[in-house]
């Protein structure tokens, strides 16, 4: 059934690139709403409905928006909603960029949990997909196939020397695996070399150790390490789900990657959507549909964070 939170709940941070301060509330929303994202400090109504239309800008972040305004860094906050099964509510934002909080989604997580999550009357929609559709450029690639799960297979190629090629691919069935433990925890990675270049072009202004991996040209520079030995795979899986779930329904199918990022998953939503003999809408009875039951292993977030806890790892 689809999902949306019970209470109104809020929080504040800083903007990953606008380096400002912003406070963001999520409400709750009735059935058939969708994923809303509204301007606060704009007037004359912006609010404007996720899909992979909306996307007007890729660089370094996905940013959301029309003629008249956008939002900025959403992947982050999308990928939390599609790890919690959220298909309706309200975001109400009073800057132009989503906060980075600590880099991943994990805040995210804990700040809708905290909200309640509740089930709905209404069925949830998933897109099915029923053929391959794949873009390439150069020696990048992302490709979408059919697979009764939801798998992101992805693979990353730095040349640093904290990449390992052993570190450097990830595939994980999210109707199996658990998003909160393989996934949740993985930061934004960045390297130290292109901040003052970043920062000149007005991006960047608000990372920090606090909110980054950072890398200079040869080690990482964060005390603490990584959370996971192939973090860096793990947050661009992070990244992907929360592109990926711009399309507005859940995935059932594969999603594989190679070196892509937000511009190039973005563009192949594009060319699914255009494709539409390639997908279909589909409701689920768990009840009938044996392999669909473990659905409740990426919904389902409050004992997997209670493990979390126990653990001392948040």
Not at 193 to 200: D, H, K, M, P
């Amino acid at each position: 059934m689809q999902r949306t939170i019970k209470n109104i709940v809020s929080s504040v941070g800083v903007g990953l690139h606008s380096g400002q301060k912003v406070a963001l509330t999520l409400n709750p929303a009735p059935e058939g709403h969708g994923v809303v994202f509204e301007r606060l400090d704009i007037k004359n109504n912006a609010r404007i409905k996720v899909n992979a239309l909306a996307v007007k800008e890729t660089k370094l972040c996905s940013t959301i928006g029309n003629e008249n305004f956008s939002i900025a860094t959403v992947e982050h906050l999308m990928s939390a909603l599609s790890a919690t099964g959220i298909d309706n509510i309200l975001i109400q934002l009073d800057g132009k960029e989503i906060p980075i909080m600590d880099g991943s989604s994990i805040p995210f997580i804990h700040l809708i949990k905290s909200a309640i999550i509740v089930e709905q009357k209404k069925a949830k929609e998933f897109v099915v997909i029923k053929d391959v559709v794949e873009i390439i450029d150069g020696d990048k690639y992302a490709r979408f196939e059919p697979y009764d799960g939801f798998v992101v297979d992805f693979t990353i190629d730095f040349p640093h020397p904290a990449f390992k090629e052993e570190e450097s691919q990830v595939s994980i069935d999210f109707f199996k695996d658990s998003y909160i433990e393989e996934i949740s925890r993985a930061r934004t990675f960045g390297f130290m070399q292109e901040v003052e270049y970043l920062r000149s072009n007005g991006l960047a202004r608000g990372g920090s150790l606090e909110n980054a991996i950072v890398l200079d040209d040869y080690k990482i520079l964060n005390e603490d390490g990584l959370r996971y030995k192939d973090e860096f795979v793990r947050h661009k899986i992070l990244d992907a789900i929360g592109d990926l779930y711009l399309l507005g329904n859940p995935i059932i199918g594969k999603f594989t990657a190679h070196k892509s990022g937000h511009d190039l998953n973005n563009r192949l939503l594009r060319l699914l959507i255009e494709k539409k003999d390639a997908w279909e809408v589909q409701t689920i009875n768990a009840s009938e549909h044996t392999s669909h039951s473990s659905l409740s292993s990426y919904l389902h977030v409050n004992e997997e964070l209670k493990k979390i806890a126990q653990k001392n790892i948040l």
